[in-house]
């Protein structure tokens, strides 16, 4: 199995609980938590680019 993405599932709620855009907020969270903040490694985790990655933290107000 993959660890990875194994880690992740505690933060996928059930259905009708979260939008996609709140379930993608809270995985973009996850993922740059997990790596220590290194946005390049959270993006490899989540299969998207850097860009992809600095695009939804402005997106959902994130910006650091």
Do not use: H, V, W
């Not at 992740?8 to 709620?13: A, N």
């Not at 790596?35 to 402005?58: P, V, W």
Request: charged residues 35%; hydrophobic residues 35%.
């Amino acid at each position: 199995p993959d660890t990875e993405m194994a880690d992740f599932d505690d933060t996928i709620p059930e259905p009708g609980e979260a939008t996609l855009d709140e379930l993608e907020k809270k995985m973009l969270i996850a993922a740059i938590e997990k790596a220590g903040g290194n946005k390049s490694k959270a993006a490899k985790m989540l299969g998207i680019t850097r860009r992809m990655i600095y695009t939804r933290l402005k997106k959902y107000g994130l910006e650091t």
